[in-house]
């Protein structure tokens, strides 16, 4: 007789451990992330889903990314993570606010972000990175430095937010040469590696001994092209100097893993404010990265200017110059 009550002790507890299903975890945070482009561009994309991965290890979330390129796709994806319950979205770029205020009405328990741009709703707000305060300093670079006293500058899609840090390198160039010219050309995507390998060419034929560039996936054409013809350029977004050591001279650089992490943090911890985040040099957000293996060919003297105007930037004693959106 005790054997078989035993026997069914046993039965009953084997019935609680497999029998029956385990309660899943729903309290995990759900984190999407919407992309212009490729992942692995090293740059501005790649950045973006550096900061997914970091809210998952942090947050353990439950992530997702999507490629996307249209508005159409822009709204569709912030759609399906809002039907699916998801916590946070992210639209990495200036050209997702539209469908980020759609979807935001549509869906208005998830939290809508984007990397750029203006638009404010309750669930819905922009993280504006001032990358111009970099490329600032690129621009007081290639002023100081050039033979030639032309630069030039590579854009994909010609958005606000990217204008809007060639804005800022022109002025920099010439708030110490008022005569230095910046010529710009865009090539109308973000993945074309062959025509902005082009278009820097171009460049270079007509005098510019710097190059910058804001063309994402594209911008390896660009350190092609300055590799082959041996002119000096400088990265962007992510540190990009071991892509062409020998020819770019330093990068600005955007902290986004952290910023996206900041973000999620607020979402979780139920702090969020629909506003404009601002995110700067002062929130240690955006840097400039020499290249240490050509930073002895800058003169000490230029070297010396950038590390002055950085340290102004950062206490807030220097504004620079940035497009109005």
């Not at 922009?126 to 600032?136: D, I």
């Not at 979780?268 to 290249?291: A, C, E, M, T």
Request: a neutral charge; hydrophobic letters at 40%; proline letters at 4%.
């Amino acid at each position: 007789m005790k054997r078989i009550r035993a026997l069914l002790t046993l039965a009953s507890l084997a019935f609680l451990l497999l029998g029956c299903p385990k309660p899943e975890s729903s309290s995990a945070m759900k984190v999407g992330l919407l992309t212009p482009g490729s992942v692995n561009d090293n740059g501005w994309n790649a950045i973006a889903y550096e900061g997914l991965q970091e809210i998952h290890k942090q947050l353990h979330a439950e992530i997702s990314n999507q490629e996307t390129k249209t508005p159409a796709e822009f709204e569709e994806g912030f759609r399906s993570y809002g039907e699916k319950g998801y916590d946070l979205a992210f639209g990495h770029g200036f050209e997702f606010q539209d469908a980020a205020l759609k979807a935001g009405k549509q869906y208005p328990k998830t939290i809508f972000i984007t990397t750029s741009g203006s638009s404010v709703a309750p669930n819905v707000s922009p993280m504006v990175f001032e990358l111009e305060q970099a490329t600032y300093l690129l621009g007081v670079i290639a002023g100081r430095e050039s033979k030639t006293g032309k630069a030039g500058v590579v854009g994909g899609i010609n958005l606000p937010s990217i204008a809007s840090t060639f804005l800022a390198f022109r002025a920099g160039a010439q708030s110490v040469n008022p005569n230095f010219e910046v010529k710009e050309i865009y090539t109308g995507n973000f993945d074309d590696a062959g025509a902005a390998k082009l278009a820097t060419l171009s460049l270079i034929n007509a005098g510019c001994d710097f190059i910058f560039h804001q063309a994402n996936e594209a911008g390896r054409g660009v350190f092609q092209a300055c590799q082959e013809r041996k002119v000096r350029c400088f990265g962007s977004n992510k540190n990009q100097n071991d892509m062409a050591p020998d020819v770019i001279v330093a990068s600005a650089v955007l902290d986004v893993p952290g910023a996206f992490v900041y973000m999620a943090k607020l979402v979780h911890d139920h702090k969020f404010k629909p506003q404009i985040y601002w995110l700067g040099r002062r929130q240690r957000v955006v840097s400039l990265v020499w290249n240490d293996r050509l930073k002895s060919s800058i003169s000490p003297q230029t070297v010396a200017e950038v590390e002055k105007l950085d340290a102004a930037i950062q206490a807030g004693t220097f504004t620079v110059p940035r497009g109005k959106f």
